[in-house]
């Protein structure tokens, strides 16, 4: 990461945080803005490069299984996370008082593994990805 960094020349400094689902690796820095991107576009994509290159290394080093970790920015996918959570338990709580499903704007495939996990625990909730690509979204209804 910090070659990659340095290619870009973006000046920043790379925390390591040990999570239960693995590492995650937090740049610190000060160009945030042209790491994160419009709705974390960038971020998405320097996350994907950064998997990839390290995928490519383990395997010339012998290891075949793939190293879990995250890339954030800032703390910008932190914070996405905790909203999405948010939004999620907040509309599960509307969905159990009106008994009425509600649909979640449209999101990504990683926003929508955040809404299903964070609502899985509620057994009187339902929940169902719908749609097509970047139109795919979230139905949320009551059991």
Known sequence: MEEILAKMTLA?????IDEVDGARFVVKTRSANALIGNNGQNLSSFSHI?????????RKSGVLEPLQFSVDVNDYQLKKTDELKSLAKMNAQRVRYFKKEVVLPHMNSYERRIVHTALAEYPDI????VGEGEERKIIIRPI
Do not use: W
């Open 50 to 58: 950064i998997k990839k290159i390290a995928e490519v290394k383990l």
């Open 126 to 129: 339902n929940t169902e990805s």
């Open 12 to 16: 920043g400094d790379i925390e390591v």
